[in-house]
């Protein structure tokens, strides 16, 4: 019950974020489907994702995003433009991969028993800090580099 | 004195490069007697190595050095001699030092003096080389050496474009006939496994090859030989061959090279004996060309083209020698035809230096007054021509025709007589024009003058020649020059005629025909010129088509320079054209076609990131269908 | 109740195609950048899924970290990519003051 | 000394040193290239004449490990056939670089000469090379520098030219390089593999046919472009319209030999059953080209193409030679490589000094030069008399062994010597038809004023031209000598080339 | 996560140090001595990674399994770092005309190194996703970093958009494979693989989305029109970074998951790869043989080249000669292609866009050092001996031929031949066309000339004894034979 409902918000939002032209309700509803996955998530039984989650895609990013269109003007042209002229196209490809792949993804067939049965932040944090340490380094250094470039991008040529 | 038969040929060549490093820069007047004495050298040497010979020394082969051996193909430089080359030898040694000695005074005014004396000795020792030669490769030459410097003598006044044209159409018309004798030669080697003419005519005496084969070699090397001798149809360039230098015409186009065909043959008789049909062609073709050359000397003007034209009929009659069987015959009237010939040559040679350069005799006439001596040789040497007895052509063709007949060639004989007429009739005509009759130029008449001694002694001497030379054939069929070179070319049927003697009825009647006709053909030729009655225009007239087609040669230059030339011309140049438009085209097209593709990708690179996305998308769909492909196994494994 | 793996797997793959259409039809540079996160997303729901399943299958913690590591760096580069991309969409949009990325297209052929 | 090919490959590289050194000025930068190509020319006489006439192997081997992982190896050596043509070469860069210094390179002399010295080491090592891995870099040393010499000294249209030299050839070596990998993989079927020709010819194995049918085809494909053979020939006439004289006189006189020895040393010993399929069409293929070279020859109106058409028919004569697989048309074939290097670079030199002095080409411009160049009209008349095979000079000797073993030629099926050899033998009479033609228009008739005042030879000229005069006439009259080395190695090739007797892999 | 563990990875940890100094020093130093000091510093980092690290070990496990590191790591490591030092090498004078702040150029260059490196290092998926990424986003900012250059944006956004989009199918492809072996190490797969559990449908999808993926990153067509427009529009060094160093960690990425992780399957991707290698050939070649500016050129002939590398990836049943091409071939393309693009940074244009043909005309007389350099480059890239462009090719060609795709090395030799048209056709306008009055002005610059002398030498004096290389590559290699 609850996952059809959580599909239902991840799917129908999405095909709204592809649709939709108001770019700010785009941007909200991103944030909707991001909730929806934080739900997911839940069913999974992965809270300290489904936290993480909730912090970073519709904190960080969905406000990032927002940021992204403020900054940038944005024109509401008519329907035509809005789309690119190549949209026949994309979608005949895109349905022709889209549907065997979801037909093969029913080819996993086991059963998962949705339960709020959690406490994964343990041993998440764990094998974070130990088995991908390296990894988690490298992360971090991934995060610092898209610092230094982002600085580096926007700000103002210094006199 | 035969071991040293190497000096002959040594001699000239020595002239040759003393003349060509030297002679433009120090010896100058002086390259004259330089070759002069060196062909002399030669002429003595080869006459010790002539006495030796006729002392009876074997014949005998001289190796100098290995020039190719490859394999089992192994050919050596190296001279034999045996009777036929000895004789040849003296032939042309003498005729070219008397040359010589006539250029050194022809040629005193000409600017190229020195070239012309570094190109003739280079001719002769080319000669020496062909005549001494014992293997078809070496000869071959020797063969072109000549042809070279023909080539070259063609051409010696090179700023005009006749002789340069000349020269070309000389040395092309005698590639054709080497294209025969290469193949003639390299077959000959493939059959008989050597070129050497000893080992060749010893192996087709034991064990002669199919008939095929043989005619095969036969005929390739008559191709050569007609092309280097002019004879039908490779002729065409020998009267062109006039454009060079009279003493050169002498030498080269009558006494010497132009015999070397007639030479090639009578040297491979065992093989053309052999070859049965083959003679029948020989002699068939040098019947017909003999008249229809004479044919042509009857309408010419030019003094030296009457002169070539006979060449190349005279040529013709040691064909129709060779051609039945009797070689023999062919070398005596070789004999004599170089000396009475280049006394023609030589005669009017000196006429036109007399004169001062005209060739065309209606300007001449009259001119006996003015140079007796060369008149007078030249009416001996037209004498000879004309095969009047006891001159030395009289016995020498007559012998040819006596064999024609006894051979049983009646054709050939007749025609060979005819023939003998037409030649009287044109040599007449030709001296009565020159000399005889009123000068028809005054202005020229008054300047001619007689030659110099160093001309006219020369020209005394082959007087002598033509008078004398006949008898070396005499009595016929038995006379030395029979003992002499019977071995050497008779090798197949050793003697045929020796048993009984000479059948003098049989000699006297045919003789008496043939000069009787000879003389018929002067008489005509005299009332002709002489009285004016009937009078040669109106002959002409009354021949009319037939005297057009015999002043313009039967229109054979024509076909030869025009439609063969531009047909050549045109397929070359169609192959050209494909070169360029098919071959490299294709080349080319392919390119732009790469370059067309190229840019039709490169409007694909859209610049639009939507399109590139789209064409990933696209990618991905074509990677997954080929991997389901293959896992399924319809694209195979 | 229990839902089977491959419904979730389903979603996921519904949500990756959604923003992959989203990629190649929008012409904003800032909603492809979005359509890139859903994409991100459905990556995610899919590793949790399997990740859900690996951990049953294998006994103990009923959820497999690797999947569950794998999605936190996920988040990370996700972050660090929005942050990175719109930060040249700024910078393209100073010297060019349009977010239509198919009206920039200087560089072709 | 045992080093002696290493050595004739080190001088020239050596010499860019100095090169280097005095780049900037042209006086030092000529003397420097003639020097060390005159060193480069002793030591190659010395080669010569510490060869062993009469063995027929590799001799003054040299072998050590290069790329020891892949079993490739450093290896050179000559035998009868190679260790005259290296001389050749060796005399005949002295000469384009002596003919250079002359004035005919004005500027970037430099470049020029240092382009040279890389050329001469890329064509020296060609004839040395037995490792095909080697063979193959050296085959493509040779490339890149003639490229520059024609693109950057050529004539007007030297860019089109050159590109178009250079892609026909890579086009085929590149594929030659495909086969030769082939052959590197196929060798490890019996013992480790090799490249080393010694090696493999000492394996008594043999590849399969199917496998000798395809590598021989991309063998032949790199060197029938580099003859040229025809229908690939057409490279040839612009490159050499183009480049400068010295360019024209290496690539007529070295370039085009690589395609006939690569033929001769690789692809006929290592490849007989490809040899005997593709013998038929290259047999053909080479009349063709004796003939239609000639035919196009005959309308050329630019000497140097004249030259360049000339040499496809000449070139025709040398795989004919070699393709009719016996000992006289092979050595007539080595013959005429050696004979078509002299005489044909002397036409392209002579050429060249004609271009410098009246600045045209175009043959219908000319006319009339004897009477103003006594020597001149001596020197090039011998050799235009040597290139039409006049007897006594060097052409001869070799289309007569040709032709002699082209009679010879009998196959199983298919038309034999008595129908290839008389069509070969027209060639002859062409070659007379179109040079004696081209002679008579060029130097013959009347001077036109222009050149009233042109200069004959000068000293320099004389310098270069009268060694390839000597060598021409000495090889005509002379030529056993030099059979005499070449024979035994032929032989031995031929012999490897027929044996039938050899196990065939798979 | 112990010392040990540190130690194993001290290369990168020594990288990542210096790009921190060197962001450091830039903020503190003073313009004019940071000029001089800040490339020493880098190329002093470098070095010390490059000794920090082994050149060649046995297989080493690190990091509890995270972290392998062998010598195929060894070798990649070090040619990273010196592709990363080349690239500092050539770039100052540049980024000083283009005012592009140098401390952070040098310092994103080194993070990208870092990331590359760790690609190498990865013995799981995640590690390589993240390794991917860190080599990957910092070199959208070096595209970008000419911020008043519209092309520069142009090329940074196309790069970005397009690079964020397909890593997202790479992503989902290791999700799928992460659920089908119900692991992510390498190890892991490898055994499931082998154990042949993976031969229906779901695995091709993976299968297809990773080979997408990672055909992306080396630019293999239909996957590669980023590329021309990336590389033409990034500022010259930037290009000449991005043109080989991701390049080369993507094929790395490839052999390690391709071969060593989905082997078993071979029969099905590597004739998909074959396919692939020859249509970015061919393609490669055809666009650039039209193209009149030589940077965008250039940057379609990589993507030819992606095409021969392929090609050693598609034969790879050859056994370790093919991987040992892969590797040496990529060592070979990094360092002439780096160079051929270094070198147009001697011509001084507006506009980060490089010289077109006829701007090149007379160089050979205006700059001939940079000029034979150039020529030297071109040459190898033709593949025409001396030089380690034609051994590259020998090398590829053998494995290729061994696995018997005759067709497919048919194909990369008359490629080969194609390319020499475009390539040789630069030269000729260096040397065979005299100079047009329009000329660009030319950067002085000696450490750029330096640093082309060197690897000009390199190319040349390999490409004679290649053979101490070609071993290394192939001990590289040997983590993939089975």
């Keep these: 019950l609850f996952f059809a409902l959580f599909a239902l918000g991840i799917i129908g939002a999405g095909a709204c974020v592809v649709l939709l032209r108001r770019i700010t309700a785009q941007a909200l509803l991103m944030a909707l489907t991001f909730a929806c996955m934080a739900g997911m998530f839940l069913l999974l039984g992965a809270e300290t994702i489904a936290l993480f989650q909730v912090l970073i895609y519709v904190g960080a990013i969905t406000i990032l995003i927002l940021f992204g269109v403020m900054f940038t003007k944005q024109d509401d042209r008519g329907y035509g433009l809005f789309f690119q002229e190549q949209t026949p196209w994309a979608g005949a490809f895109i349905v022709a991969i889209a549907v065997p792949v979801i037909f093969l993804a029913f080819s996993f067939k086991d059963a998962i028993t949705p339960s709020a049965k959690g406490g994964d932040l343990i041993p998440l944090a764990a094998s974070l800090f130990t088995d991908y340490a390296f990894p988690f380094e490298v992360a971090s250094v991934l995060l610092l580099a898209a610092l230094v470039g982002a600085i580096v991008l926007v700000k103002r040529d210094e006199p | 004195m035969i071991q040293n038969v190497w000096l002959i040929p040594a001699f000239p060549l020595a002239a040759f490069l003393v003349n060509a490093l030297f002679g433009r820069r120090w010896l100058k007047r002086w390259t004259g007697p330089v070759a002069a004495t060196a062909i002399a050298a030669s002429a003595l040497v080869a006459i010790g190595v002539f006495l030796e010979v006729r002392a009876g020394a074997a014949s005998t082969i001289v190796p100098l050095y290995t020039f190719i051996s490859v394999a089992d193909f192994h050919v050596d430089v190296a001279a034999l001699v045996d009777p036929l080359s000895s004789a040849m030898l003296l032939v042309v040694t003498i005729v070219s030092l008397l040359v010589h000695v006539y250029s050194i005074g022809y040629m005193a005014h000409d600017h190229g003096f020195w070239r012309f004396f570094t190109w003739l000795p280079l001719f002769v020792f080319a000669m020496l080389i062909l005549v001494l030669g014992d293997n078809y490769l070496v000869m071959f030459v020797g063969w072109e050496g000549v042809g070279l410097c023909s080539y070259l003598l063609i051409g010696f006044w090179f700023e005009r474009p006749e002789p340069a044209g000349a020269a070309k159409k000389a040395f092309i018309m005698n590639r054709i006939g080497d294209w025969g004798f290469t193949i003639g030669m390299i077959t000959t080697f493939l059959v008989f496994g050597s070129m050497n003419f000893v080992d060749v005519f010893e192996r087709v005496a034991k064990d002669p090859p199919a008939q095929g084969v043989l005619s095969l070699i036969c005929l390739t090397f008559f191709l050569g030989a007609t092309g280097k001798s002019a004879q039908l149809p490779l002729y065409s360039w020998l009267p062109d061959a006039m454009e060079g230098p009279t003493p050169v015409s002498a030498l080269i186009h009558a006494a010497t090279m132009v015999t070397a065909g007639v030479y090639l043959v009578a040297r491979s008789t065992p093989l053309f004996d052999a070859a049965g049909p083959v003679l029948a062609v020989v002699g068939g073709v040098g019947a017909l060309t003999a008249i229809f050359a004479a044919t042509i000397a009857l309408v010419q003007f030019d003094i030296k083209r009457v002169m070539a034209y006979s060449t190349v009929s005279q040529l013709g009659y040691m064909f129709l020698a060779l051609g039945v069987g009797a070689p023999i015959a062919a070398m005596f009237h070789l004999i004599t035809h170089a000396f009475f010939k280049a006394l023609l040559f030589l005669g009017s040679g000196s006429v036109i230096h007399g004169v001062g350069n005209v060739q065309d005799m209606r300007q001449m006439g009259g001119l006996k007054s003015k140079m007796p001596i060369t008149y007078w040789t030249m009416v001996i040497a037209g004498g000879a021509l004309a095969a009047l007895p006891p001159l030395a052509g009289f016995w020498s063709k007559d012998e040819i025709l006596g064999s024609a007949f006894k051979n049983g060639y009646p054709l050939l004989w007749t025609v060979g007589v005819f023939t003998g007429g037409l030649t009287a009739f044109y040599v007449t005509r030709a001296i009565w024009l020159t000399f005889h009759g009123q000068p028809r130029d005054h202005h020229l008449f008054e300047h001619a003058h007689e030659s110099p001694r160093v001309m006219t002694v020369p020209l005394l001497i082959l007087a002598a020649g033509s008078v004398l030379v006949g008898f070396i054939g005499f009595p016929p069929d038995h006379g030395f020059i029979h003992a002499f070179l019977g071995p050497s070319v008779e090798a197949a049927h050793a003697g045929a005629a020796v048993e009984h003697g000479t059948d003098w009825a049989e000699f006297l009647t045919l003789a008496a025909i043939s000069t009787a006709i000879g003389i018929g053909g002067i008489l005509i030729g005299l009332t002709m010129y002489a009285r004016g009655r009937p009078d040669p225009a109106a002959v002409a007239r009354a021949a009319g088509p037939v005297y057009g087609v015999l002043v313009n040669k039967y229109y054979v230059d024509e076909l030869y320079d025009r439609r063969f030339v531009d047909l050549a011309k045109a397929f070359a140049g169609a192959a050209w054209a494909f070169d360029i438009h098919i071959i490299d085209g294709l080349v080319n097209r392919l390119g732009w076609a790469i370059k067309l593709t190229g840019s039709g990708l490169r409007r694909a690179q859209t610049g639009i990131v939507g399109n590139y996305a789209l064409s990933i998308v696209a990618g991905l769909l074509l990677v997954m269908v080929v991997y389901g492909g293959y896992a399924t196994g319809w694209l195979g494994r | 109740m229990t839902v089977p793996l491959g419904a979730f797997i389903a979603v996921s793959a519904a949500l990756f195609f959604i923003g992959a259409a989203g990629v190649l039809v929008r012409r904003n540079a800032v909603v492809i950048l979005m359509c890139v996160e859903l994409m991100l997303n459905a990556s995610n729901l899919a590793l949790v899924a399997f990740a859900r399943r690996a951990g049953q299958l294998g006994a103990g913690n009923p959820l497999d970290q690797r999947g569950s590591v794998f999605v936190v760096f996920v988040f990370v580069i996700a972050a660090a990519e929005v942050a990175v991309g719109l930060a040249i969409i700024l910078a393209a949009y100073r010297n060019r003051p349009t977010v239509n990325v198919d009206e920039i297209h200087e560089m072709r052929g | ?506 | 996560m112990s010392l040990a563990d540190l130690v194993t990875v001290l290369p990168e940890v020594v990288v990542t140090a210096t790009a921190l100094l060197v962001l450091l020093a830039d903020a503190i130093l003073d313009r004019r001595i940071a000029r001089y000091w800040l490339p020493l510093l880098v190329i002093l980092g470098l070095v010390a990674a490059i000794f920090t690290g082994p050149i060649t070990v046995a297989s080493h496990i690190a990091f509890g399994g995270f972290v392998v590191v062998d010598t195929f790591t060894a070798f990649f490591r070090v040619l990273f770092c010196i592709l990363a030092i080349f690239t500092v090498v050539v770039a100052p004078e540049y980024l000083e005309r283009r005012a592009i702040p140098a401390g952070e150029f040098y310092a994103t260059v080194l993070f990208s190194t870092v990331g590359a490196m760790t690609i190498v290092l990865a013995s799981d998926l995640i590690t390589v996703f993240v390794g991917l990424e860190l080599m990957t986003i910092p070199v959208y900012v070096l595209a970008g970093m000419a911020r008043r250059d519209r092309f520069s944006n142009e090329a940074a956004l196309k790069y970005f958009l397009l690079g964020a989009f397909s890593p997202a199918m790479l992503l989902y492809g290791f999700a799928w494979l992460y659920g089908l072996a119900g692991t992510t190490t390498f190890a892991g797969i490898a055994a499931a693989v082998a154990a042949g559990g993976l031969t229906n449908g779901a695995t091709l999808v993976a299968l297809a989305l990773v080979t997408v993926g990672l055909a992306f990153k080396a630019a293999v067509v239909p996957f590669h029109q980023w590329t021309p427009d990336a590389y033409d529009g990034a500022p010259t060094p930037a290009t000449a970074f991005m043109s080989v160093a991701p390049k080369a960690a993507a094929f790395a990425a490839i052999l390690r998951i391709m071969i060593e992780t989905l082997g078993p399957l071979g029969v099905d991707w590597s004739a998909v790869f074959a396919i692939l290698a020859a249509i970015t050939m061919t393609g490669g070649n055809i666009v650039a043989l039209v193209q009149g500016n030589v940077k965008r050129m250039l940057a379609y002939s990589s993507i030819a080249h992606t095409g021969y590398i392929l090609a050693g990836v598609a034969a790879y049943q050859a056994g370790a000669s093919a991987s040992a091409a892969v590797l040496f071939y990529v060592f070979a393309y990094g360092i002439m292609n780096l160079g051929a693009f270094a070198c147009l940074i001697y011509l001084d244009l507006d506009g980060t866009r490089g010289a077109t043909l006829e701007e090149l005309n007379g160089f050979g007389r205006r700059q001939p050092a940079g000029a034979l350099a150039f020529a030297v480059f071109l040459i190898s890239l033709t593949g025409i001996p001396p030089t380690i462009g034609f051994v590259a090719k020998v090398f590829i060609l053998q494995p290729v031929l061994d696995a018997g795709l005759v067709w497919l090395a048919v194909v990369i030799a008359l490629n080969a031949v194609l390319a020499a048209f475009y390539y040789l056709r630069v030269v000729v306008h260096m040397y065979m066309y005299d100079v047009e009055a329009n000329a660009p002005r030319l950067l002085r610059s000696n450490l750029l000339s330096a640093g082309l002398g060197i690897a000009g030498l390199a190319v040349v004096v390999i490409g004679i004894v290649p053979d101490a290389i070609y071993q290394w590559a192939l001990q590289a290699a040997a983590p993939f034979i089975r």
């Design chain 4, 1 to 506: 000394m045992d080093h002696l090919l290493t050595l004739l490959i080190a001088i020239p590289i050596a010499g860019l040193l100095p090169l280097a050194l005095f780049f900037r000025d042209p006086r030092a930068v000529k003397q420097v290239a003639i020097v060390t190509t005159f060193i480069e020319l002793v030591v190659s006489l010395v080669m010569l004449a510490q060869f062993h006439v009469g063995e027929a192997g590799f001799q003054l081997v040299e072998s050590a490990a290069w790329l020891p992982t892949l079993g490739i190896r450093y290896e050179l050596g000559v035998d009868g056939i190679s260790v005259l043509l290296i001389p050749m070469t060796t005399l005949l860069t002295f000469i384009s670089v002596l003919y250079s210094s002359g004035g005919a390179i004005k500027e970037r002399v430099g470049e020029f000469m240092a382009a040279f010295l890389l050329l001469e080491v890329g064509m020296v090592g060609v004839f040395m090379a037995l490792d095909l891995f080697l063979f193959y870099v050296f085959f493509e040393l040779m490339l890149v520098p003639m490229y520059l010499i024609i693109g950057i000294w050529g004539g007007p249209r030297r860019v089109y030219a050159t590109l178009k030299f250079v892609l026909f050839t890579l086009a085929g070596s590149l594929l030659m390089l495909v086969g030769i990998i082939a052959v590197y993989i196929q060798s490890g079927d019996v013992g480790d593999r090799t490249l080393s020709l010694p090696e493999l010819l000492a394996r008594s194995a043999r590849f399969s046919g199917d496998f000798q049918f395809w590598v021989f085809l991309a063998f032949a494909m790199a060197f029938a472009i580099k003859m040229p053979m025809v229908p690939f020939h057409t490279w040839l006439p612009d490159a050499h319209v183009e480049a400068p004289t010295a360019g024209s006189i290496v690539l007529a006189g070295v370039l085009l030999k690589a395609g006939g020895y690569g033929f001769l040393r690789f692809a006929l010993p290592l490849f007989p059953i490809g040899t005997q399929a593709w013998l038929p069409i290259l047999i053909l293929l080479s009349v063709v080209a004796i003939l239609y070279g000639a035919v196009v020859s005959v309308v050329q109106k630019d000497l140097k193409k004249l030259v360049a058409y000339s040499s496809v028919a000449h070139m025709g004569f040398v795989t004919l030679g070699i393709f009719v697989l016996n000992q006289q048309g092979a050595v007539g074939a080595v013959l005429q490589m050696l004979n078509h290097g002299f005489v044909t670079g002397a036409l392209f030199l002579f050429v060249g000094i004609q271009y410098e002095k009246t600045h045209r080409r175009q043959i219908a411009d000319l006319g009339g030069l004897a009477n103003s160049w006594p020597l001149y009209t001596a020197f090039f008349g011998v050799f235009v008399l040597a290139s039409l095979g006049l007897p006594g000079l060097s052409g001869f000797v070799g289309e007569f062994l040709v032709l002699l073993g082209t009679f010879k030629f009998n196959p199983a099926t298919g038309p034999g010597g008595l129908f290839w050899g008389p069509l070969a033998a027209i060639g002859v009479i062409l070659a007379a038809v179109y040079l004696l033609w081209m002679f008579q228009r060029v130097m013959f008739g009347t001077l036109r004023e222009a050149y009233r005042a042109l200069p004959d030879l000068s000293p320099l000229e004389v310098a270069c031209a009268v060694p390839l005069l000597v060598l021409t006439v000495l090889l005509g009259v002379f030529p056993q000598p030099a059979i005499a080395i070449i024979e035994p190695s032929v032989r031995r090739i031929l012999a490897i080339a027929t044996d039938a007797s050899q196990v065939v892999l798979k």
